[in-house]
């Protein structure tokens, strides 16, 4: 079977490469694109298949992959004489992993052939899970068409769950990075109340992992606060676009999103202030700057 990977950035590629290593233990032909012609050839020279373009990955492949920044490259790979919508394979299956907008991956879908599958499968776990295959894949998809793929999923996967029809995915995906970029946000003011308090900050560190306090963010980020590197693997300009989604889907669903809507407008100020490429965890320098003194440990 050929499977195909559109994306290969900091999440795709720990994806790919893991798929790369089911499909050589199983047989399979991976076939990747991605704009970064150098990570292609690194793949390439690891055993997969150059794709050469979105076309032809969708006329070959009987299922495959993307993982993109956001909706208008998801679009670009979906429409046009050689998206993938007018190409598919009869009876192919797409797996869209990225954090998308809704009403655009419904849109997609209607203007998709009758006979293809196409599954909104967006990812948690982060960049160091894509690499581990320690991902939780969350599925919008017919509970039918997930065991016929387990054991694909569960190649670069730890867990692929099916939260509901389509859509379900996504939308799980969104509340789930609500929190993460609240509590983000919120480790920023209680460290400076240690900081202000001559507390030391990798003792008060190891006290929030092993309290209540204890989250994925308080694990993962603290330490990339306190290093001063603000943790590179993910851009401010994608976490203000994710928090755009959120505040878009709670009003679609009729939510108050109170709390949402203060943490996006906080990294609309700190996108404009720092820049869209910068790590995302730059939101913290907000707060260091109002205080007048930096989170270090």
Request: proline letters at 3%.
């Given at each position: 079977?050929?499977?195909?990977?559109?994306?290969?950035?900091?999440?795709?590629?720990?994806?790919?490469?893991?798929?790369?290593?089911?499909?050589?233990?199983?047989?399979?032909?991976?076939?990747?694109?991605?704009?970064?012609?150098?990570?292609?050839?690194?793949?390439?020279?690891?055993?997969?298949?150059?794709?050469?373009?979105?076309?032809?990955?969708?006329?070959?492949?009987?299922?495959?992959?993307?993982?993109?920044?956001?909706?208008?490259?998801?679009?670009?790979?979906?429409?046009?004489?050689?998206?993938?919508?007018?190409?598919?394979?009869?009876?192919?299956?797409?797996?869209?992993?990225?954090?998308?907008?809704?009403?655009?991956?419904?849109?997609?879908?209607?203007?998709?052939?009758?006979?293809?599958?196409?599954?909104?499968?967006?990812?948690?776990?982060?960049?160091?899970?894509?690499?581990?295959?320690?991902?939780?894949?969350?599925?919008?998809?017919?509970?039918?068409?997930?065991?016929?793929?387990?054991?694909?999923?569960?190649?670069?996967?730890?867990?692929?769950?099916?939260?509901?029809?389509?859509?379900?995915?996504?939308?799980?995906?969104?509340?789930?990075?609500?929190?993460?970029?609240?509590?983000?946000?919120?480790?920023?003011?209680?460290?400076?109340?240690?900081?202000?308090?001559?507390?030391?900050?990798?003792?008060?560190?190891?006290?929030?992992?092993?309290?209540?306090?204890?989250?994925?963010?308080?694990?993962?980020?603290?330490?990339?606060?306190?290093?001063?590197?603000?943790?590179?693997?993910?851009?401010?300009?994608?976490?203000?676009?994710?928090?755009?989604?959120?505040?878009?889907?709670?009003?679609?669903?009729?939510?108050?999103?109170?709390?949402?809507?203060?943490?996006?407008?906080?990294?609309?100020?700190a996108t404009e202030k720092y820049g869209s490429e910068v790590?995302?965890?730059?939101?913290?320098?907000?707060?260091?700057?109002?205080?007048?003194?930096?989170?270090?440990?």
């Amino acid at each position: 079977m050929k499977i195909g990977f559109i994306g290969l950035g900091n999440m795709g590629s720990g994806m790919a490469s893991n798929l790369l290593a089911y499909c050589q233990k199983n047989e399979h032909e991976l076939l990747v694109l991605d704009i970064n012609q150098q990570i292609v050839s690194d793949f390439v020279v690891n055993g997969a298949t150059a794709g050469g373009s979105v076309k032809n990955i969708a006329q070959q492949c009987d299922v495959f992959f993307t993982s993109l920044p956001s909706s208008v490259q998801i679009n670009a790979v979906a429409f046009g004489d050689d998206g993938v919508l007018a190409n598919m394979r009869p009876n192919a299956t797409w797996f869209e992993t990225s954090t998308n907008e809704l009403s655009k991956w419904q849109d997609i879908i209607k203007a998709a052939p009758k006979a293809a599958t196409l599954v909104d499968a967006p990812v948690t776990g982060g960049s160091e899970g894509a690499q581990a295959g320690t991902l939780t894949m969350l599925l919008g998809i017919d509970i039918n068409i997930l065991e016929k793929f387990l054991p694909l999923l569960s190649g670069f996967t730890k867990r692929a769950v099916r939260m509901g029809p389509s859509g379900a995915g996504y939308v799980t995906k969104l509340a789930q990075l609500h929190l993460n970029y609240l509590v983000a946000q919120g480790i920023g003011e209680a460290l400076m109340m240690g900081a202000k308090a001559d507390l030391d900050l990798s003792v008060l560190h190891d006290v929030l992992q092993n309290s209540c306090a204890q989250s994925y963010v308080v694990d993962r980020y603290i330490p990339k606060v306190l290093d001063g590197s603000y943790d590179p693997s993910f851009a401010l300009g994608l976490a203000t676009k994710d928090m755009r989604l959120i505040t878009e889907l709670g009003n679609h669903l009729g939510v108050e999103m109170t709390l949402a809507n203060q943490v996006y407008s906080s990294y609309q100020v700190a996108t404009e202030k720092y820049g869209s490429e910068v790590p995302h965890l730059s939101i913290l320098k907000l707060i260091e700057e109002q205080s007048g003194q930096l989170l270090r440990s």
